[in-house]
């Protein structure tokens, strides 16, 4: 019997005492070990923690008490979720060493699934890009291509699990955080309905965007972490009390007679090796059973520019409170302002200045209505086109990202094309609604390419109906 | 939209945030967020006089917690993690101005 | 009837914004506790700190007492939002204070005055307070400084900011409203509010202008720590005010720190920034929006205000709503146990004057049960004992918790004297003041107090004070 390499295999292995958590943990540090020198997916590596985690999993087991469904298995937790007394840096100098004194909402529910922290990933300085590029400790390699970025800004979880040293890690997606990494690794992304995973613990980019969720190698690991971690939790009030219903069954369901739509005045900009993959999207899935029909989201093309007047204007209020008094960097100063000023140019990356500097003009004396409060107006367009077109369709479906991943550097100067990879993924954030990026083979140079399943709130099961129905075409492809 | 983002702007959002700048990082601050912010006009397009501002996603009202004391943190595992703290307080250096 | 102030031809016209602090268990957005006065840092959580990741959960009974107060001022509860006002200091741990912006919990109150003046209440919303910072080194204040300690313990408390509108016209006004409104907060249960102790605070608007021109440019005063100097720090402002005008200069915008020692208000050394506040949705926390029904039941829970209180004792005792001892009685919340001495048939008024004299520690459920002052009150009523005995008795009663006056008296041997041994009294008295009996019957009233005096030295106080004074008007007629 071959070792389990799946997330579900390797809890129901440890489960039945057929391996034990340790072997599991101790498998995955070893591919860490061998490889991420050359990907660079970790920032920390709790080797020590993980082992003691896996040793009481076991104990448990053969005490004859059920870990949970996630029995000891290894999970990579992008560096912006606190973990207490493990280094929660943000990829920023600025919490450089930081030991976080609480766990957020996510880590303790992974914890009485069972599931085992070996490490925390890397990422775009406080979730903001769309690379990788953008942490103060390093770039993370495509593990389909070295020269290339993972995609952003959960990079590391993405390359984490394509690289297979973990079956599943957490990313967070205000914009298409985990869904582009994703698409662009050939790994599973999900960025379930606001409000559906709690944000406490998570630190903030743009709060009302914010949601964490899973990658894994399969749909079906994707649904077990994502029930693990989803739920009402009372410390998040923008926590929603009736979360969706259980996945696991979503997952075999088929999508007979489910209606997937085609957005016809969805923004152009797609490569064509994208584009044809997308379109053989929607062909698997007539040939499942599904009718494809057309609809209409005409504010989607302005998704961009609300997402990057909110997400900033939030950003630039959430960071304020990285001032050098209580936590963090500080570089002293003969005077507090000027201690905040010396701290705050020198610990923030380049990136993160520029979206404070354009939030803070977004929302200061004289702009707010031009740009804050008109952003805020756009989104509700969006909800309200998105709401018209479920009326017709069940499910939307788009490319994850314009293009497969890019190499490294060839964006790092322009912003505003770094902008641009995220215009699919980006209006499921404004609307709050779920959407998930499943690899659907490649595209130029032999690259993964994603497509993304849009649902509306709270849509997850025929969310993951449809994706892994996109999934099992794939797989008869092969 | 509003006209095109100044030096000025620049300087003042600036000071707002507590970010540095020098002469160079304005004008390259000034040429990067003019270039977002022309892009951005898009919207100027839309009629959104009747449009709702949406703060949140999804609607709840009235989320609210019991008036019942729960642990406080440790204050040598807080205060461990200042830059700088004397007698169980943080401690910075003189503060100049009224601040608020 | 309070006047308008007036100074070299201006008026003054003055807005007041109170904060006051809660008297919840916990913070307001976390669950930390809410109290005063232990070590610092010793009431901290990921929200006080503003800790990366913190989320911040709204106190349902913070949410009750702000309405509490709106509608006691006889505010609109309507559907409120938090807004996020952005700001760098120290002790303001998130550089963003949660507070209520466009739609706040209450607006459009009032609160009457003792003459009927009626101020105007803008608005009075939820907030958090923030933290306290310790200045080192030599003065202790913020100038020349060696740095500053910070004790976040205060952090997140739960306050209500209480906006009058400009409708105040005199320092007499000014504290008549804080009093006022500081005894409606202490009644409903709502805050403690000390000004002394900082749980009540408040910033006065200040600006000045001549009767019938558009209102002048105003100044925010800050750091005045009594009702006292309130009208101090108003009338020192309003007079700087009216000097530079006159003067020929301009009354700058700015906010100013009360100086209590030199009566002065002084502009602090600021950095050039204008206030750009940058007011935003907080997108961490939702809406509140009232049911008529519960904005109903926290209506219907609110006890008689202060003022309807006094007009009640007023009535039953037979004097003017603003002497000065009901108006104490009823801020000790001691109004309903004086109405119960009157229901065992005693003198009101007397009892009103024992409640004020000798109950000020004794809360507003005094342990002496109310027959046993009643029975007190009329033992004194019909003579039986004198005012100086009964004073002495209720000392006993107090002490005791309680106990018959009748008994007590016998204990203390207080007996009233009959008419012949006091007249033997004053006769003495006479007999041993000649000085004090030529100068009172050349009509110095004031040395009939020596001829009481000996009285009552010489009957070890049991002679009856009025009686004696009596005897020596008629002796000297």
Redesign the interface.
Same mark, same amino acid.
């Given at each position: 019997m071959s070792t389990p390499s799946t997330a579900i295999g390797i809890a129901a292995a440890v489960r039945s005492g057929s391996m034990s958590a340790v072997d599991a943990v101790e498998q995955s540090l070893e591919r860490i070990g061998a490889s991420d020198g050359d990907i660079g997916a970790f920032l920390t590596v709790t080797a020590s923690s993980a082992r003691d985690e896996a040793a009481a999993i076991d104990a448990a087991v053969a005490s004859g008490s059920d870990p949970g469904p996630l029995a000891g298995v290894p999970i990579a937790i992008k560096d912006n979720m606190c973990t207490r007394g493990i280094p929660t840096t943000c990829a920023s100098r600025m919490l450089d060493g930081w030991l976080p004194p609480y766990d957020a909402t996510v880590i303790s529910r992974l914890r009485t699934a069972g599931a085992v922290i070996v490490g925390k990933t890397n990422l775009d300085e406080f979730a903001m890009g769309s690379s990788t590029e953008n942490s103060a400790f390093g770039v993370t390699k495509n593990p389909h291509d070295p020269t290339r970025v993972p995609g952003g800004s959960s990079g590391g979880s993405a390359a984490a699990v394509a690289a297979g040293f973990v079956p599943v890690s957490l990313g967070s997606d205000t914009g298409g955080s985990i869904r582009q990494p994703a698409g662009l690794c050939g790994v599973v992304g999900v960025k379930p309905t606001y409000g559906a995973v709690s944000r406490l613990g998570l630190v903030a980019f743009a709060s009302s965007l914010d949601q964490i969720g899973p990658f894994a190698g399969n749909v079906a690991d994707a649904a077990v972490v994502l029930e693990a971690i989803a739920g009402h939790d009372p410390g998040d009030s923008t926590s929603i009390p009736e979360p969706f219903g259980p996945l696991g069954a979503a997952v075999p369901r088929g999508v007979e007679g489910m209606r997937v739509g085609r957005i016809t005045d969805l923004p152009a900009g797609a490569d064509p090796d994208v584009t044809e993959r997308f379109e053989a999207a929607f062909d698997a899935l007539a040939d499942a059973g599904a009718d494809i029909v057309d609809v209409e989201v005409p504010a989607f093309t302005y998704g961009l520019t609300a997402y990057y007047l909110i997400a900033p204007a939030e950003a630039s209020s959430n960071l304020a409170r990285y001032d050098g008094v209580r936590y963090g960097h500080r570089v002293a100063a003969p005077d507090t302002d000027a201690m905040y000023v010396a701290t705050r140019t020198d610990g923030f990356g380049a990136e993160v200045k520029r979206r404070i500097l354009l939030g803070t003009y977004a929302l200061s004396a004289g702009y707010y209505d031009a740009y804050y409060g008109k952003a805020q107006r756009v989104r509700r367009l969006i909800a309200d086109d998105f709401a018209r077109a479920y009326t017709h369709a069940d499910v939307l479906l788009t490319p994850t990202a314009p293009t497969v991943a890019f190499e490294i550097g060839a964006k790092s100067d322009d912003p505003l094309a770094m902008y641009l990879c995220d215009t699919y993924t980006i209006p499921s954030n404004l609307a709050g609604h779920p959407a998930m990026s499943v690899p659907f083979g490649t595209g130029a140079d032999g690259l993964p390419v994603g497509v993304q399943v849009l649902a509306p709130a709270v849509g997850e099961a025929t969310m993951f109906a449809v994706g892994a129905a996109l999934e099992r075409a794939m797989g008869a492809q092969r | 939209?509003?006209g095109r983002?100044t030096d000025d702007?620049?300087a003042?959002?600036?000071?707002?945030?507590?970010?540095?700048l020098d002469p160079d990082d304005v004008q390259r601050?000034v040429a990067?967020?003019g270039?977002?912010l022309e892009?951005?006009a %898009?919207?100027d397009a839309?009629e959104?006089d009747a449009?709702?501002?949406?703060?949140?996603?999804?609607p709840?009202?009235?989320?609210?917690?019991? %008036?019942?004391?729960?642990t406080?943190?440790?204050?040598d595992?807080?205060?461990a993690?200042?830059? %700088?703290a004397?007698?169980?307080?943080?401690?910075?250096?003189?503060?100049?101005?009224?601040?608020? | 009837m309070t006047e308008r102030w007036t100074y070299e031809g201006f008026e003054m016209v003055v807005g007041l914004e109170v904060h006051v602090e809660l008297d919840t268990a916990t913070k307001l957005f976390s669950g930390s506790a809410n109290r005063f006065g232990d070590d610092p840092n010793v009431h901290i959580d990921p929200v006080t700190l503003g800790l990366p990741g913190a989320l911040p959960v709204l106190n349902a009974r913070a949410v009750e007492l702000g309405a509490r107060i709106g509608l006691a001022l006889g505010c609109t509860v309507q559907a409120c939002v938090f807004a996020r006002k952005n700001y760098f200091y120290p002790d303001m741990p998130k550089a963003y204070q949660i507070s209520q912006y466009d739609k706040p919990l209450n607006i459009d109150g009032r609160l009457a005055l003792s003459d009927g003046t009626v101020i105007g209440v803008e608005r009075a919303h939820l907030e958090e307070d923030t933290g306290k910072s310790t200045h080192l080194g030599g003065s202790g204040r913020i100038h020349g400084s060696e740095g500053s300690l910070i004790d976040f313990n205060r952090a997140g408390v739960p306050l209500v900011e209480i906006v009058s509108r400009p409708d105040i016209v005199s320092p007499d006004q000014a504290r008549e409203y804080v009093s006022e409104l500081r005894a409606i907060l202490v009644a409903i249960g709502a805050s403690d509010a000390r000004m002394e102790e900082g749980s009540m605070r408040v910033d006065a608007n200040v600006s000045v202008r001549r009767p019938g021109e558009p209102l002048g440019t105003r100044c925010e005063i800050k750091n005045v720590n009594s009702v006292r100097s309130l009208g101090r720090a108003i009338d020192a402002e309003a007079r700087r005010q009216v000097a530079l005008i006159t003067a020929g200069e301009s009354v700058v915008q700015q906010t100013r720190h009360w100086d209590e020692g030199d009566g002065r208000t002084h502009a602090l050394r600021s950095k050039e920034d204008a206030d750009d506040y940058r007011y935003f949705p907080d997108p961490d926390l939702v809406p509140f929006v009232p049911s008529a029904e519960w904005i109903d039941e926290v209506r219907s829970a609110l006890p008689p205000l202060p003022a309807k209180r006094r007009a009640a004792l007023a009535v039953l005792c037979g004097v003017a709503a603003d002497t000065e001892a009901v108006m104490t009685v009823v801020e000790r919340g001691q109004d309903a146990y004086v109405a119960e001495v009157a229901t065992h048939g005693a003198d009101a008024a007397r009892a009103l004057v024992h409640v004020k004299e000798a109950f000020a520690e004794l809360g507003a459920r005094p342990r002496v049960p109310a027959s046993d002052l009643a029975a007190l009150v009329a033992m004194e009523s019909s003579g039986a004992v004198t005012a100086t005995q009964a004073k002495t008795l209720l000392g006993d009663l107090i002490d005791a918790g309680g106990g018959d006056p009748a008994a007590l008296a016998a204990q203390r041997g207080f007996e009233a004297m009959d008419d012949g041994e006091l007249v033997a009294l004053v006769d003495a008295a006479i007999a041993a003041e000649p000085d004090a009996w030529q100068k009172y019957c050349a009509g110095e009233d004031k040395a009939m107090g020596a001829l009481v005096g000996h009285v009552m030295k010489a009957s070890r106080g049991q002679a009856d004070g009025k009686a004696v004074s009596a005897l020596l008007v008629s002796r000297r007629s």
């Open positions: - | 939209m509003a983002i702007d620049v003042h959002v600036a000071r707002l945030a507590r970010l540095g601050a990067e967020l270039a977002v892009h951005f %898009d919207i839309l959104l449009v709702e501002p949406m703060a949140q996603p999804y709840l009202t009235n989320v609210l917690r019991e %008036d019942v004391v729960t406080s943190l440790d204050r595992e807080v205060l993690q200042a830059p %700088d004397v007698d169980g307080r943080f401690a910075v250096p003189p503060i100049l101005g009224d601040g608020a | -």
